[in-house]
T-cell receptor
Framework: AQTVTQSQPEMSVQEAETVTLSCTYDTSESDYYLFWYKQPPSRQMILVIRQEAYKQQNATENRFSVNFQKAAKSFSLKISDSQLGDAAMYFCATIHSGGGADGLTFGKGTHLIIQP | SQTIHQWPATLVQPVGSPLSLECTVEGTSNPNLYWYRQAAGRGLQLLFYSVGIGQISSEVPQNLSASRPQDRQFILSSKKLLLSDSGFYLC??????????????FGPGTRLTVL
């Protein structure tokens, strides 16, 4: 079984600044994937970034990047040059590799507030 | 392109009443389908998933059931709703594959309030 922990219920950042959201996970799987999803007020779940556990290089998507520390089972999300549209709930999630039909395991989420 | 629909968008039901939420996917064949629930202040919890018509796997024993009567239709049901069934229900789909992982695409969700 997998567990995902997000210890920051809420974070606030000034527009154009950088913010880091924390996530730790636990899994008995040797190969797995990690994700950050964004859920804006519309409640639509949007995939922000994905990391494959066997890849040491941290994933990046434009202003979004991750710091993946496999030994520490840590997977933080860094948002650079924060924009008002980044305001949302952010969920960290994982799924084990080889289980294409299995569901995702989510953390409880971090509410990100962008101060203008 | 593929799209996923859920209805209704919002539902208010009394305790003890039945429930039927519907999810349909367009533009793909034999998708994997999922039902998640998001309770207030919590992350998403996987309830059911399906790899084909009539094939349902339950992750959490509870008051709910799921069915897949057609390839691209996934239904979440209950015979008698409980207060604890309130929440935001999300349907998702992924491409049918035995590969390492397939991205899951989420629908717009249904907000259920049980009074």
């Amino acid at each position: 079984a997998q567990t995902v922990t997000q210890s920051q219920p809420e974070m606030s950042v000034q527009e154009a600044e950088t913010v880091t959201l924390s996530c730790t996970y636990d899994t008995s799987e040797s190969d797995y994937y990690l994700f950050w999803y964004k859920q804006p007020p519309s409640r639509q779940m949007i995939l922000v970034i994905r990391q494959e556990a066997y890849k040491q290089q941290n994933a990046t998507e434009n202003r979004f990047s991750v710091n993946f520390q496999k030994a520490a089972k840590s997977f933080s999300l860094k948002i650079s040059d924060s924009q008002l549209g980044d305001a949302a709930m952010y969920f960290c999630a994982t799924i084990h590799s080889g289980g294409g039909a299995d569901g995702l395991t989510f953390g409880k989420g971090t509410h990100l507030i962008i101060q203008p | 392109s593929q799209t996923i629909h859920q209805w209704p968008a919002t539902l208010v039901q009394p305790v003890g009443s039945p429930l039927s939420l519907e999810c349909t996917v367009e533009g793909t064949s034999n998708p994997n389908l999922y039902w998640y629930r998001q309770a207030a202040g919590r992350g998403l919890q996987l309830l059911f998933y399906s790899v084909g018509i009539g094939q349902i796997s339950s992750e959490v024993p509870q008051n709910l059931s799921a069915s897949r009567p057609q390839d691209r239709q996934f239904i979440l049901s209950s015979k008698k709703l409980l207060l604890s069934d309130s929440g935001f229900y999300l349907c998702a789909w992924s491409v049918e594959s035995s590969g390492p992982y397939n991205e899951q695409f989420f629908g717009p969700g249904t907000r259920l309030t049980v009074l």
